[in-house]
């Protein structure tokens, strides 16, 4: 399975930016799916998680109320709709996918990533 995210940019600080992950290569639809983000300098780390069905959805206090992940399994498609962005969102992200259980926020869980889309959010 091969994931290819879009959608990053440049925005200001309280604008909004929507991310897309679309896999090809395989079934989409057995995977969990999650967002991770890199800021210069630091670790990457996890955003928010979905599950293969969309039922359930995890994420990291730090975009608590502000991003939402959603999917499409006809599209073969994961989002990140981001909203209230902040300057320390800049960074890298990367959507991933897992097919075997374990915690939603933990990276080495996950099977196939994405090259990563950059966003920057200017103040």
């Known amino acids: 399975v091969q994931l290819v995210e879009s959608g990053g940019g440049l925005v200001q600080a309280g604008g909004s930016l929507r991310l897309s992950c679309t896999a090809s290569g395989g079934t989409f639809s057995p995977y969990a799916m999650g967002w991770f983000r890199q800021a210069p300098g630091k670790e990457r780390e996890f955003v928010e998680a979905i599950s293969w069905s969309g039922s359930t959805t995890y994420y990291a206090d730090s975009v608590k109320g502000r991003f939402t992940i959603s999917r499409d399994n006809a599209k073969n498609t994961v989002y990140l709709q981001m909203n209230s962005l902040k300057p320390e969102d800049t960074a890298v992200y990367y959507c991933?996918?897992?097919?075997?259980?374990?915690?939603?926020?933990?990276?080495?869980?996950?099977?196939?990533w994405g090259q990563g889309t950059q966003v920057t959010v200017s103040s």
């Open positions: 991933a996918g897992k097919s075997r259980p374990g915690p939603a926020d933990r990276q080495n869980v996950y099977d196939y």
